[in-house]
């Protein structure tokens, strides 16, 4: 059985409550010696009683206090982010509520987004301490330069966000500006110098028009468009990404829809030996099927794909397509693989299957990656490349002259040939130097043992200069548009051997004259 436990204060004036009780007992029976005796020690008691008694309220409160204010630092420390001392994701997410239910009239607010370039190569080459000493660090200048915000927080990872009263377009950019010209400036931590950049994306609204979450997608988007230019930068959101952001949802939809071919088909577009001007390939190209998707370009509709994982089923059903294709063709079908798909656990063989699947040759793909492929893991990219050429798969290395073009990294790869960007000929005619250019890079390929594809042939004397220069195998409008695959197979049908066509038909005319 359970006794409740009672405070000394409170047993001792029970005790002098009995006591009286027996003191009075006494007195009535005549003993006065005893009851003014128990009267005494009862007075006594009473009085020891009060004093333990107000002890007890004043150590009650105290405790009360105390753990009120224990409370308080609780609350306070689950709205904070523990490596800067700022809100973190839940506590901005509530004060932004908060904004948007008790804003009366047009409250206007700017919403930063803002995460660190290279900060994942700073964990991994300097350790999570100078990494978490980072994060510090861009907190405390991030609260200097945005003085006295409505809300500033780490949200997670290398994230941040604020709250800020929005006066004038002017002061958003130079705000946006200002936070990142000092995150560009170098840290000092742990005896390293750490320098990184932010890409900051800024939305402008009300909050209870807008909504939170309208808001925080915006200053997203707006952030990750500022990533896709080098090094720190800041945008603001606008019509323009809101247009494009609606694009790319109508994408995401039309992808999500079962049947790839009721949405999407492949244009094929020939590829000329330069000698003769003989199509030798062909370059398998995305179109979409419809209305819901004109003119929406198929670099932006592999993108949202990336974005979405529905890239993988996109390559497969590309894949599939181009080779029931390269049988009426009888020549090789090239197919642009994206870098998600290449690096995609088992790609070879999931590849290798498909082409089996196909009844073909492994003569009969030929497979491009771009350079993003062959840098981002050298060692699994080798041995992919190296298992398809090991069954005869030409593998080219698409868009060189886009990217880094770094010709240091090809010596880790052995390819079968290299496309080069059409940029390389937009001055060709114009001067010298693009000439030298085009032939350097032409016996640069031919000396590790790979072929050249000049990509964006758009006249016939380019297709001349270049066939003087050395380059293997043409490509451009003036050489075939892409086409149906009824369309191709027609233009081979009737192709010669040797191609003397008028320009305007199959271009390159006279080549071998």
Not at 328 to 342: L, Q, R, T
Not at 413 to 419: H, I, N, R, S
Request: aromatic share 6%; net charge negative; hydrophobic share 45%.
């Amino acid at each position: 059985m359970m006794v409740a436990r009672r405070q000394p204060g409170t047993a001792l004036a029970l005790l002098a409550v009995l006591l009286s009780c027996i003191a009075a007992y006494y007195g009535l029976n005549g003993n006065a010696r005893e009851a003014g005796w128990l009267a005494f020690i009862s007075a006594c008691s009473g009085a020891l009683s009060a004093g333990l008694l107000r002890d007890d309220i004043l150590r009650s409160d105290r405790t009360r206090s105390l753990l009120a204010d224990l409370l308080k630092e609780s609350r306070r420390r689950l709205r904070m982010d523990p490596l800067t001392g700022h809100l973190n994701r839940a506590a901005f997410t509530q004060a932004l509520e908060e904004l948007a239910a008790t804003s009366s009239d047009s409250t206007m607010v700017m919403l930063l987004y803002f995460d660190l370039n290279r900060f994942k190569e700073v964990n991994d080459t300097l350790g999570h301490y100078v990494g978490d000493r980072l994060l510090e660090a861009v907190g405390d200048r991030a609260a200097e330069v945005l003085s006295d915000p409505i809300a500033l927080a780490r949200l997670g990872g290398d994230e941040f966000a604020a709250i800020l009263p929005f006066r004038d377009e002017a002061e958003v950019k130079a705000i946006g500006d200002a936070l990142i010209n000092a995150i560009g400036r170098p840290f000092h931590l742990a005896d390293r110098v750490v320098e990184v950049s932010a890409s900051l994306g800024i939305a402008i609204g009300d909050p209870a028009i807008y909504g939170c979450e309208e808001l925080l997608r915006r200053a997203d988007l707006a952030m990750y468009e500022a990533k896709g230019n080098r090094g720190g930068s800041v945008h603001i959101f606008d019509d323009l990404l809101s247009n494009r952001q609606m694009r790319e949802n109508s994408i995401r939809t039309e992808l999500g829809k079962a049947h790839f071919e009721e949405r999407f088909m492949l244009h094929y577009q020939p590829i000329v030996d330069a000698r003769d001007g003989k199509t030798c390939k062909v370059e398998a190209l995305l179109r979409s099927k419809g209305t819901a998707l004109d003119g929406i370009s198929p670099a932006l509709m592999v993108s949202v794909a990336e974005d979405s994982g529905q890239i993988i089923q996109l390559t497969e059903w590309t894949l599939d397509t181009a080779l029931g294709a390269a049988q009426e063709f009888k020549c090789p079908v090239a197919v642009n693989v994206s870098p998600i798909y290449f690096r995609h656990e088992n790609f070879a063989d999931r590849l290798i299957d498909r082409l089996i699947a196909s009844g073909l040759p492994p003569s009969s793909l030929v497979v491009e990656v771009t350079e993003g492929v062959l840098i981002s893991d050298i060692s699994s990219a080798r041995d992919s490349i190296g298992h398809l050429r090991a069954i005869g798969i030409e593998v080219y290395l698409d868009d060189f002259g886009t990217g880094y073009s770094s010709l240091s990294y090809l010596q880790n790869f052995e390819l079968d040939g290299m496309k080069l960007d059409k940029s390389f000929i937009q001055k060709l005619g114009q001067s010298e130097k693009a000439i030298r250019i085009i032939r350097s890079m032409v016996d640069f390929s031919h000396s590790l043992g790979m072929k050249t594809v000049m990509e964006g042939v758009e006249s016939e004397w380019q297709a001349r200069l270049l066939q003087l220069q050395g380059c293997d195998y043409l490509q451009g409008f003036e050489l075939g548009v892409p086409m149906s695959c009824e369309d191709l197979c027609n233009r081979l049908a009737t192709e010669p051997a040797v191609i003397h066509a008028d320009k305007g038909k199959h271009g390159l005319s006279a080549l071998s004259s």
